[in-house]
């Protein structure tokens, strides 16, 4: 049975899936050969390529020049303004889509009459935006200033999102899960005076305490002697917050104010403010391997057009067609801000938002939700499908899944299993999926396929994004043979780029620009993973550079091990990190969750079973020299790996560094005792 599926998933590997015709029939990009054409021209010309995408945007003035490029500085459709609000909401509102849906949410409890559901047509988000802009205004925000949001996911926080937008303010949203420590962290670094919360959000049955978190923080903030003057709650579960005064505010004697009290007197007529094309549209804080957390910044026309631009090409959105786009993400996650709000609403299709737990009450409820809305194309992370192929295929089959046309998933690699379940289990073999590579401080999508051009290769994200000059080069910028590892820069500016880190600009130029040079000096983007190109040109991304394990003087990228490991029918997800070894340097601790009903053991057996499988799979190189079990691995709230921590375990350290991002405390605190072999 093992060695069956093992020889099965390795032909899988080389296996091609060409674009299905139902989708290559309506798509915008139909062949390999239409994209080789415009990926041609779009690196011979990408200021040519991007000012085209723009134009399909509107815009109050329109640019003095594309570009603007003194590395790493890079100024796109300078002397342009224009409003990303105005994009996503004002115009579609004043057209044909008025009444269309632009947000549909659903509530995670369910009551007898099913879950609470809210549809939020493109008139009422202009409304809505527009009230709260005067809110934030009566609250003395002014434009350029930040505005932090942390709030669950309801359809308030993408108002949020874009109120901010529309009267020009940036925006800092705060992931729900995050700790009072951790928000009082980047409360202070981005200087808000103003906090946009609820009194709580629900998760897996149970309220989040988010206005208590923010109390807390707000606390530890005046220790410091920094003070946030508003904070706005919505009450969304109507659990009991504590309520406080500060009479030095400027806005009557209240710090703690209700959403709605505000929203109530609030005038609704409030247009969108133009803004230049670089004006700071959010900051969004993501953390490295090490150190504190970046405030990574993006600004407005740029960011715009590279994720209208990808979110319409990569998913094949479609207004006119009612296509209804469901990404799974949180708004707390780069991906929640590019394609759940900005990127699909700016090309005026339906987003739906869901506020919580894929497996509350059950693990069959993401796929209610789908049929439920009729979801077209359907985005998530590739730790979520492990997840539900853990939980069982039958959970999807009792769910009508025939409107889904595109799957999508981002955020680490996809080991080969998981996208071929995948493809079966959700796509039922005739959806694309598209594996899009791309980080927090790229904006939007930089490698993937287009769904109806791109034979797919389970495992690789593919081929560069229209104006995308991806490479796989060495240390000395040289790029590499195909098949060789090496690290994965970015050759030339592109418009979703971050333009900085907030407060660190020594960070900022020696984390991505100091790293990787070409020819004549001019810096490379260095995106801290390794990656290599197969004979096809097609990209497989390695892991980060940070987790690469070398074992007597080879370097081995962690995800070939794990997907080595994944591909045993009783492993339901493996971690694998190094550790110190006499002999080699460094040896190999593989850290394994078990399938559910796999009906194995975890004992010393199936340790000896999953090192064999390893050496066959990879060779005897790769062989883990521990195997431990384990019920979880820890991760961040965006569902990472966090193998630094697994490093810590591993090598005995009891000190493990800040971990304010991990998903689940307890976590560490069984894997510390999990049975070492
Ligand atoms: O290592 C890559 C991995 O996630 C990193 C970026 O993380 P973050 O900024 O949190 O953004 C995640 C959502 C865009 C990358 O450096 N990563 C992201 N997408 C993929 C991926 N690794 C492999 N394949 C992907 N499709």
Known sequence: MADGESIESLLHEGRLFPPPDAVRAGAEVRSLDQWREVHARSLADPEGYWAEEAGRLE?????????????????????????????????????????????????????????????????????????????LKSLGVRKGDIVTIYMPMVPELAIAMLACARIGAAHSVIFGGFSASAIADRVADAGSRVILTADGGWRRGKIVPLKENVDAACVTLAGAGVRVEHVVVLERCGNPVAWHHAPEASHGDKRDHWWHDLMRAAPDDGACEPMDSEALLFVLYTSGSTGKPKGILHTTGGYMTHVATTARVVFDLDAARGDVFWCTADCGWVTGHSYVVYGALCNGVTTVMYEGAPDAPTPGRFWEIVERHGVTQFYTAPTAIRAFMKWGEEHPRKSDLRSLRVLGTVGEPINPEAWMWYHRAIGAERCPIVDTWWQTETGGHMITPLPGATPTKPGSCTLPFFGVDAAIVNEQGREMPANQGGLLAIRRPWPGMLRGVLNDRERFVQTYWSRIKGPDGEPYYFAGDGARRDEDGYFWIMGRVDDVINVSGHRLGTMEVESALVSHPAVAEAAVVSMPHEIKGAGIAAFVTLREGAGVSADEALRETLRSHVVKEIGAIARPDVVRFTKSLPKTRSGKIMRRLLRAIAEGREHVGDTTTLEDYAVLAKLRESDEG
Not at 117 to 122: G, K, L, P
């Open 59 to 135: 815009w109050f003035r329109t640019w003095d020049r594309v570009l603007e490029w003194a590395p790493p500085d890079a100024r796109w459709f300078a002397g342009a303004t224009t409003n990303l609000c105005h994009n996503c909401v004002d115009r579609h509102a004043a057209g044909p889509r008025a009444d269309a849906a632009a947000i549909l949410w659903e509530g995670e409890p369910i009551g007898p009459d099913g879950p609470e559901v809210r549809r939020v047509s493109f008139a009422d988000l202009r409304r809505e935006t527009a009230r709260l802009g005067a809110v």
